[in-house]
């Protein structure tokens, strides 16, 4: 298993606001928005926007509502039934109405999906879809570009993500290589943003909450002359987080941070740096969007930032929890698209320029590097060319191709330094706790920076040859520099053989390139008896530069039945496989890269990244969702039950197989939406049946996981609209259950990692 590593994010050092302060900006801010609200509505006759929003929802009847059309599946337009894969829509609507803060909180509503959080140091969140693990292995794209990570550095899935500017959320479940190449093995999640339609129109919210949560976001739309649009946005969040001393008081005792002893596994130490005795476990995240667009042509710069304590998952024993210590990461993204129709056919050129960065200051302190900071750092870049053909050879067969080149840069994550990296001149560090009287000077760290290429093409053909049928065909051909070509094919069958039912059959395969952090990443320490003449270590993490992708096949059947205008059930049941999986392995007999030496200093041991056994995936969910009416009340129920197996195989070792950790094997999820005149709320309910941890029960049952109770996790919110403003309550845990999660990758002291209980968030939308 692999050996926790100190990287958590946080960035700007934000002073402590109390839940007071917050509610009283908020309170001020409100009343603002209201009488600024209030005045316009006087003066401007135009339809009221928020209000529309609200009564949209529910007035479109469950056939309009769940049939929006979408394009992420083909890269064309079609209805979610038409599309050859299994497709779920998020509207800005639901958005609103369920009061999501964050792309965590739409995706955890979503069957199939596990979100986790204060499970990983390094960015705080987990996501796994279909017991496909980690924000790392499905896309996330705006309007089509890719928003995560440009070399695949696994991001927080929290208000970073612009969710406000979502006209809706497009979530493609399984294999989309085919299409978008490496990465997309889960899925594709793509954010369409609201057009400006040619009117001037401002939209801003605002919130506060309990445990120091605050967040603002406005919009601007304006149209200039020569029908140009343009559009202004950002939003930024703070959210100071329940204090886990006062709730967990057992195994967030804070007696080592006011002692300054440190009672770790490793023994007792007593760290030099300052330690503020108080518990401090701060996010910070924001983003800023400009688009500019006329006719076919726009030019989009999205920049997204999260800062997150890089505490997370560790006891206070083992980790320093300051407003200090922290991970941040930052990306800005910049695109320009233009499209070119005439008659049957139409070209989309694009050119993307993607820059990740993690803030320099960004450290962790706990017991791995002796209590003390130790600072990281990363950076990647791409630049994407992309040319995309669209034919309607006529009206049964659609084809679309296209071709794509990319340049990658990176700097993998560092080790854990003495000292920030300078944002000046060549990248270089010293190694942690290397400094002694002999040495003065210390270890120099040792970067892997990384450069290469990719080219890709893809070819699609979609053919009707009768009404009641659809067949889709394609294939992605990628050469990487760094590991060679990859062939993705996936076919696709849509069948209505009666009006009211649809049958989907999908085949699909998929790659997963591994980062350049995955690959080069390194982490360890040395240590010297004889005050830095000579130095040893016991444990380092180091590169393989000839590790291989992942690959996966996966099998998908979907039926749909309409049971009448208001009430769809869908049965989903898939099997994934997926061979080359990555694993951190003993160096010796493996790779033999480094014969237990690195930098000309022995190590005792050295673990490296290496490709062995292959993982099986299968389950499904079964969905019912319906509208009905009680009087003028009008509701929208939506129900899944979703279940999930999963098996290791380790084929080198001929080892059996193993059940997968770090799962639920059953979740059950149920929502009702509700509307009636201004008013309107949303109930949801999360259960989440016994949990799998990566410990193993009994050594006499090869394979058997330990587990961990499951929980029933119940959010709330309201809301009430009044002229052009709507004024909302949401209610998070609302049963406030105190409950833990299996996932948990730097666990020492914690079986599993603890989750947050009941908060309360108050906040008014505006639009004018």
């Given at each position: 298993m692999r050996t926790p590593d100190n990287s958590t994010p946080k960035y700007v050092c934000v002073d402590k606001v109390s839940a007071s302060d917050i509610l009283k900006r908020f309170f001020f801010a409100a009343l603002f928005c209201f009488f600024v609200a209030e005045a316009k509505a006087q003066e401007n006759t135009q339809p009221d926007t928020a209000k529309l929003n609200v009564d949209k929802l529910l007035k479109l009847s469950f056939e309009d509502l769940m049939n929006v059309s979408v394009v992420t599946p083909t890269k064309s337009v079609q209805k979610p039934g038409r599309a050859p894969a299994t497709v779920?829509?998020?509207?800005?609507?639901?958005?609103?109405?369920?009061?999501?803060?964050?792309?965590?909180?739409?995706?955890?509503?979503?069957?199939?999906?596990?979100?986790?959080?204060?499970?990983?140091?390094?960015?705080?969140?987990?996501?796994?879809?279909?017991?496909?693990?980690?924000?790392?292995?499905?896309?996330?794209?705006?309007?089509?570009?890719?928003?995560?990570?440009?070399?695949?550095?696994?991001?927080?899935?929290?208000?970073?993500?612009?969710?406000?500017?979502?006209?809706?959320?497009?979530?493609?479940?399984?294999?989309?290589?085919?299409?978008?190449?490496?990465?997309?093995?889960?899925?594709?999640?793509?954010?369409?943003?609201?057009?400006?339609?040619?009117?001037?129109?401002?939209?801003?919210?605002?919130?506060?909450?309990?445990?120091?949560?605050?967040?603002?976001?406005?919009?601007?739309?304006?149209?200039?002359?020569?029908?140009?649009?343009?559009?202004?946005?950002?939003?930024?969040?703070?959210?100071?987080q329940p204090d886990f001393s006062k709730i967990y008081k057992k195994e967030y005792d804070?007696?080592?941070?006011?002692?300054?002893?440190?009672?770790?596994?490793?023994?007792?130490?007593?760290?030099?740096?300052?330690?503020?005795?108080?518990?401090?476990?701060?996010?910070?995240?924001?983003?800023?969007?400009?688009?500019?667009?006329?006719?076919?042509?726009?030019?989009?710069?999205?920049?997204?930032?999260?800062?997150?304590?890089?505490?997370?998952s560790l006891s206070t024993n083992h980790a320093v929890y300051n407003k200090d210590v922290f991970y941040g990461q930052g990306l800005t993204t910049v695109s320009a698209n233009q499209t070119i129709g005439a008659g049957n056919f139409r070209s989309l050129s694009s050119f993307v320029g993607s820059f990740y960065k993690v803030n320099p200051l960004s450290n962790f302190r706990n017991l791995y590097g002796g209590m003390e900071r130790g600072y990281k750092y990363s950076t990647g870049s791409m630049l994407k060319m992309e040319e995309q053909l669209h034919y309607a050879w006529s009206k049964d067969l659609n084809i679309t191709g296209g071709l794509t080149y990319e340049i990658f840069q990176s700097l993998p994550k560092s080790p854990e330094l003495q000292s920030p990296v300078s944002n000046h001149g060549a990248v270089s560090g010293i190694l942690l706790n290397s400094v002694y009287e002999n040495n003065p000077s210390g270890i120099e760290a040792k970067f892997f920076p990384l450069a290469y290429t990719n080219v890709g093409g893809y070819l699609q053909a979609e053919y009707s040859p009768l009404t009641e049928v659809s067949v889709t065909a394609g294939v992605r051909y990628d050469n990487n520099s760094r590991f060679g070509s990859t062939i993705n094919p996936r076919v696709g069958a849509v069948f209505n053989p009666w009006g009211n039912t649809t049958i989907k059959m999908l085949y699909g395969t998929a790659y997963w390139a591994p980062s350049p952090s995955t690959s080069f990443e390194s982490y360890g320490s040395f240590y010297s008896t004889d005050n830095g003449t000579?130095?040893?270590?016991?444990?380092?993490?180091?590169?393989?530069?000839?590790?291989?992708?992942?690959?996966?096949?996966?099998?998908?059947?979907?039926?749909?039945?309409?049971?009448?205008?208001?009430?769809?059930?869908?049965?989903?049941?898939?099997?994934?496989?997926?061979?080359?999986?990555?694993?951190?392995?003993?160096?010796?007999?493996?790779?033999?890269?480094?014969?237990?030496?690195?930098?000309?200093?022995?190590?005792?041991?050295?673990?490296?990244?290496?490709?062995?056994?292959?993982?099986?995936?299968?389950?499904?969910?079964?969905?019912?969702?319906?509208?009905?009416?009680?009087?003028?009340?009008?509701?929208?129920?939506?129900?899944?039950?979703?279940?999930?197996?999963?098996?290791?195989?380790?084929?080198?070792?001929?080892?059996?197989?193993?059940?997968?950790?770090?799962?639920?094997?059953?979740?059950?999820?149920?929502?009702?939406?509700?509307?009636?005149?201004?008013?309107?709320?949303?109930?949801?309910?999360?259960?989440?049946?016994?949990?799998?941890?990566?410990?193993?029960?009994?050594?006499?049952?090869?394979?058997?996981?330990?587990?961990?109770?499951?929980?029933?996790?119940?959010?709330?919110?309201?809301?009430?609209?009044?002229?052009?403003?709507?004024?909302?309550?949401?209610?998070?845990?609302?049963?406030?259950?105190?409950?833990?999660?299996?996932?948990?990758?730097?666990?020492?002291?914690?079986?599993?990692?603890?989750?947050?209980?009941?908060?309360?968030?108050?906040?008014?939308?505006?639009?004018?």
């Open positions: 779920l829509v998020v509207t800005s609507e639901q958005i609103r109405l369920r009061g999501y803060r964050n792309l965590a909180e739409v995706l955890n509503d979503l069957p199939d999906f596990m979100i986790t959080d204060k499970s990983m140091p390094q960015y705080y969140n987990t996501a796994s879809i279909r017991g496909v693990f980690g924000q790392d292995h499905f896309v996330i794209l705006m309007d089509g570009v890719r928003i995560s990570s440009p070399t695949n550095e696994p991001l927080p899935l929290l208000e970073n993500f612009p969710i406000y500017l979502a006209k809706q959320i497009e979530v493609v479940y399984g294999p989309g290589s085919a299409l978008y190449g490496a990465d997309a093995m889960g899925g594709v999640i793509n954010i369409l943003t609201r057009q400006p339609d040619g009117s001037e129109q401002i939209m801003a919210s605002v919130t506060g909450g309990t445990q120091g949560y605050a967040n603002a976001s406005t919009v601007f739309n304006y149209k200039l002359k020569n029908d140009v649009t343009l559009t202004l946005a950002g939003q930024y969040s703070y959210d100071a804070l007696a080592s941070h006011k002692t300054g002893i440190f009672n770790t596994q490793y023994g007792p130490i007593t760290p030099q740096g300052a330690i503020n005795p108080e518990y401090e476990a701060p996010i910070k995240t924001y983003n800023a969007y400009t688009a500019l667009g006329k006719g076919g042509f726009s030019m989009k710069l999205l920049h997204h930032y999260s800062e997150v304590p890089s505490s997370s000579t130095y040893q270590s016991a444990f380092w993490q180091l590169p393989n530069p000839d590790l291989g992708p992942m690959t996966s096949r996966s099998l998908e059947l979907s039926i749909t039945q309409n049971l009448s205008k208001k009430v769809m059930v869908t049965f989903v049941a898939y099997r994934t496989v997926i061979d080359d999986l990555i694993e951190d392995v003993n160096d010796n007999g493996n790779t033999n890269l480094y014969n237990n030496y690195f930098l000309g200093y022995h190590v005792d041991y050295i673990q490296v990244p290496f490709n062995r056994g292959s993982q099986e995936n299968y389950g499904g969910h079964l969905k019912i969702q319906g509208t009905f009416n009680i009087g003028r009340l009008e509701l929208l129920s939506y129900n899944s039950v979703s279940y999930l197996e999963g098996k290791l195989f380790d084929h080198q070792s001929n080892r059996t197989s193993v059940e997968q950790p770090a799962m639920a094997p059953w979740q059950f999820r149920t929502g009702l939406d509700g509307k009636i005149n201004a008013y309107h709320f949303s109930v949801r309910l999360l259960a989440v049946g016994k949990q799998r941890t990566y410990e193993f029960a009994d050594a006499a049952i090869p394979g058997k996981r330990a587990t961990l109770d499951g929980y029933a996790l119940m959010n709330v919110s309201a809301g009430y609209t009044l002229g052009n403003a709507t004024f909302f309550v949401k209610a998070e845990n609302a049963l406030n259950q105190k409950f833990k999660s299996a996932v948990n990758f730097a666990a020492m002291d914690l079986d599993g990692s603890y989750q947050n209980p009941a908060r309360v968030m108050v906040g008014v939308r505006a639009g004018f």
